[in-house]
């Protein structure tokens, strides 16, 4: 038996423990998600209107009413600013509202706490429909209710004070169906062995799954927070005086009085906005949490 030496120009067939040339692809990693590169400019294109906005209120009127329109100010001014806060009622328009918003965020997290758990817990006759009939009221538009709002702030004598503006954001159905959905996806035996050492509803509600429900509690709070703040619509149609003005109120009037002063207009917008904004970031992490968990349970 004769060995041949392989011819020349002859290659040795590949081993399974050679990688085949153009076999194994090279995967480039990123630093990053692969969807940053869509966000990050959809959400620069989001904050461009805030970054404008925050720009123009440093400005001065001769170069916001300037044309072509001056994209970066020569330098900051803040004649707006002081403008706002030393010849308006704005900061009495600011205190007002953040009345408002405080009273109706308590009680939302208070009354919707109660009803939540009562419909999450709670077995009684009629509970099902009860809970159906409240969520229905959430397809009723505004405009529908709004005369017969009306009418019975009227009767209780409290329009044109912040108590007209307090009394219908007191507890919204949303907020008890929030806190239901999030009631539902904990466990019941934590309450069930407070039960047994002798704890009464309320106190399992509060010692137990309050703390253990803060998401569900931030969200509402948020979500109440941005509703009553930036509400205009409802305070036009109750408050007539001038200091019971909310902000959004005032803002609108002082805009139309003070057309000119563009400055002063980007300065009380830019106060407006930053309450809003400040509330939405301090609670990003729990709003996030809270819509993830709440759809667990029917």
């Known amino acids: 038996m004769t060995l041949t030496a392989p011819r020349a120009g002859t290659t040795h067939p590949a081993t399974a423990d050679e990688p085949r040339p153009g076999s194994a692809r090279r995967?480039?990693?990123?630093?990053?998600?692969?969807w940053h590169l869509l966000l990050a400019p959809l959400a620069l294109v989001f904050a461009l209107p805030l970054v404008w906005l925050l720009l123009s209120s440093v400005m001065s009127d001769a170069e916001i009413n300037r044309f072509p329109p001056a994209l970066w100010p020569s330098g900051i001014d803040l004649g707006g600013y002081r403008y706002v806060l030393g010849n308006a009622?704005?900061?009495?328009?600011?205190?007002?509202?953040?009345?408002?918003?405080?009273?109706?965020?308590a009680a939302n997290l208070l009354f919707g706490s109660l009803g939540g758990y009562a419909f999450a817990r709670m077995r009684f006759a009629g509970s099902k429909v009860?809970?159906?009939?409240?969520?229905?009221?959430m397809a009723v538009p505004f405009q529908l209710t709004m005369i017969p709002t009306f009418l019975v702030m009227k009767r209780l004598g409290l329009i044109d004070?912040?108590?007209?503006?307090?009394?219908?954001?007191?507890?919204?159905?949303?907020?008890?169906?929030?806190?239901?959905?999030?009631?539902?996806?904990?466990?019941?035996?934590?309450?069930?062995?407070?039960?047994?050492?002798?704890?009464?509803r309320l106190r399992v509600?509060?010692?137990?799954?309050?703390p253990l429900s803060r998401p569900a509690l931030s969200t509402v709070a948020v979500l109440t927070f941005l509703t009553t703040w930036n509400d205009l619509t409802w305070p036009l149609i109750a408050i007539n005086h001038d200091t019971q003005y909310t902000l959004q109120?005032?803002?609108?009037?002082?805009?139309?009085?003070?057309?000119?002063?563009?400055?002063?207009?980007?300065?009380?917008n830019v106060l407006t906005v930053l309450p809003v904004l400040l509330a939405f970031l301090g609670a990003q992490k729990s709003f996030i949490r809270s819509l993830?968990?709440?759809g667990l349970k029917g």
Do not use: K, Y
């Not at 805009?255 to 300065?267: E, I, L």
């Open 130 to 137: 009860l809970l159906v009939l409240m969520l229905a009221t």
């Open 205 to 210: 509600l509060f010692t137990i799954v309050l």
């Open 249 to 268: 109120l005032g803002l609108t009037t002082f805009q139309g009085q003070h057309h000119t002063r563009w400055s002063a207009v980007m300065a009380g």
């Open 27 to 34: 995967r480039i990693r990123l630093p990053f998600n692969a």
């Open 161 to 200: 004070t912040l108590g007209a503006l307090i009394v219908p954001s007191l507890v919204t159905p949303f907020a008890v169906f929030l806190l239901r959905q999030f009631f539902l996806s904990l466990p019941r035996e934590l309450e069930e062995a407070a039960w047994m050492d002798g704890c009464s």
């Open 89 to 105: 009622l704005f900061p009495r328009w600011f205190l007002n509202s953040l009345i408002v918003s405080a009273v109706a965020v």
């Open 292 to 294: 993830t968990s709440t």
